[in-house]
């Protein structure tokens, strides 16, 4: 029995970690990995892609907020409406006979990422022992990696038969959204029910008021490689295994966070932040700048990787330091924040992609980048002045924060 109960544990961590591959790195942010195939054969304009970006954004904030207020109570329906509504959306991306409707299922599918994240993080709490606790939880957070790396070598073996590869990824989402609902029935008997967070009072959205405007221009500065990544490259004249590679790399890079976390986690959240954003500009600078170079360009991908994924791991520490008691709470609504951001990146990326070119646009998300990189001081003090009476992070509360949140947005 207790053999059975141990194997169980471990495929929940597995598929937790396989629906959050497939809901971020196959559905939801393999968008721009395809992007240039689907324009090819749908005639979708640079600056409709930009705007269905912008919409995907926008669901996934719904879907996330939906997650977190309905987490604690029907976690398991949750995963059920996590992969229903992924794979939905990508089997509708595959079968899609124009934009229109390619538009509304990447929209759809987006959200799918958004209800996954505060669902797992509940399963994950409820049915694991606190003795393995932490690393159930970072091991389900890499799941974002591997799926980029996935959607990298599905685009490497089916291209440019995309609407084989938005098929897999559907299908993976359906399977392994099974397999967890599974693993996660009938554990009422070993689980543990985490206690309700406070809410968050005036002082403590006081203190996060600076941070909520850093995650929204990181957001914005950002969504440009997310959305125009690969489009730079493929319009530079970069053959295909080269423009799929420097995804492959871009996931490589967010999965080598794992690597660097014993560094990161002696920084301070505002140091962190400035460290990671300003990486994350000189990335999306020199990949909009020498996008027909291959090594530039890979080594520009594995670095914005690294930043984007270590920066959201930043915000998670610095809402920690903010108040630890609510850093659940707090996380949410940074994330939210980020992803707004990329949702009003996105749109105004493709109106510069459009109207002014690649180049101008990919300037444009670094120079934002920039800026927000270089606030992380400023609001770091006025966030201190504002959190007193908030309660301070614990060394155990500050690697709890990092690992509370299964993947970045």
Known sequence: MKRSFLLR??????????????????????????????????????????????????????????GFVLAARVPRALVLAAALVAGAGALGMAGAPGTTVFGAASVLGSAGAGLASPTLVRLVAEQVPDAVQGRAQSIVNAGTGPGLVGAGVLALVLLPDW??????????????????????RGGGGHTRHAAPARRPDRRWTRAHRGVIGLALLFGAGSAV????GRSALVDAGAPVAVSV???????????????????????????????????VAVAVVVLGAWPQSTVAALVACAVFGWGYTAATGALITWTTEIDADRSSAGT?????????GQAAG?????????????????????????????????????????????TPP????????????????
């Open 245 to 279: 590679s420097a995804w492959i790399a871009l996931g490589i890079g967010g999965a080598a966070v794992v690597l660097t976390a014993r560094w990161t986690s002696r920084l301070r959240a505002a140091t962190a932040w400035t460290a990671t954003t300003g990486a």
């Open 163 to 184: 609407r084989a590869a938005w098929a897999v990824s559907g299908l993976f989402a359906l399977a392994v959204g099974g397999v967890l609902l599974a693993a996660s």
């Open 332 to 340: 949410s609504v940074l994330f939210v924040a980020l992803v707004l």
């Open 225 to 228: 490689v997310w959305t125009y």
């Open 346 to 390: 996105a749109a105004l990326s493709g109106v510069l992609v459009g109207s002014a070119g690649t180049v101008v646009a990919f300037v444009a998300g670094a120079v934002v980048t920039v800026v927000s990189a270089a606030l992380g001081p400023v609001v770091r003090g006025a966030a201190a002045a504002r959190s007193s009476g908030c």
């Open 9 to 66: 544990q471990r495929v929940l961590v597995a598929s937790g970690l396989g629906l959050i591959a497939a809901t971020y790195g196959l559905v939801r942010l393999a968008y721009g990995l395809f992007l240039p195939d689907v324009q090819r054969d749908l005639g979708l304009s640079s600056g409709a892609a930009g705007w269905i970006s912008s919409g995907a954004s926008v669901l996934y904030c719904v879907g996330a907020l939906v």
């Open 394 to 409: 614990t060394p155990r509360s500050r690697r709890a924060g990092r690992s509370r949140h299964p993947a970045a947005p």
